[in-house]
């Protein structure tokens, strides 16, 4: 198993920190309600429910929860309906996505909730990738 590291994972995790504030942004600017973003922001981490069922499943669940895939395909939606509740969704859905990954929570592998795309999480932090060309260059 690999995942990024260095100055790409960094990269990575400033554009979870874009997709944050710029979904911030656009949910202030249809004028949302906030008290609604507050309820709905961690609704995606009842995917976590998967993992009841074991690492595999809980991992799919979470992949398509926390996926930009998913969020986008919601705000097409949204956008071609012209649907401002699904509109709204959406960007509390990007900002939550947004969200784990500026503090590093990533994509899960199968083999359990601590293995992410952007490195082990939790009490196995000190698990290393064989990755070692992970800086980007240039």
Not at 20 to 26: D, N, T
Not at 55 to 83: C, D, E, F, R
Request: proline share 1%; with cysteine.
């Amino acid at each position: 198993m690999s995942f990024v590291t260095g100055k790409l994972k960094l990269i990575l995790r400033l554009e979870g920190l874009c997709i944050f504030l710029i979904s911030l942004s656009f949910f202030n600017q249809l004028d949302g309600d906030w008290a609604f973003f507050a309820w709905l922001f961690l609704l995606p981490d009842l995917a976590f429910l998967g993992y009841l069922a074991g690492p595999k499943v809980g991992a799919i669940a979470y992949n398509i929860t926390h996926s930009i895939i998913s969020s986008a395909i919601a705000l097409a939606i949204g956008i071609i309906s012209q649907s401002d509740l699904v509109v709204s969704l959406s960007l509390i859905w990007f900002a939550h996505i947004g969200f784990d990954r500026a503090l590093g929570y990533g994509l899960k592998y199968s083999t359990g909730f601590s293995d992410t795309h952007l490195g082990r999480i939790g009490k196995h932090k000190s698990f290393k990738s064989n990755n070692q060309s992970s800086d980007i260059v240039g």
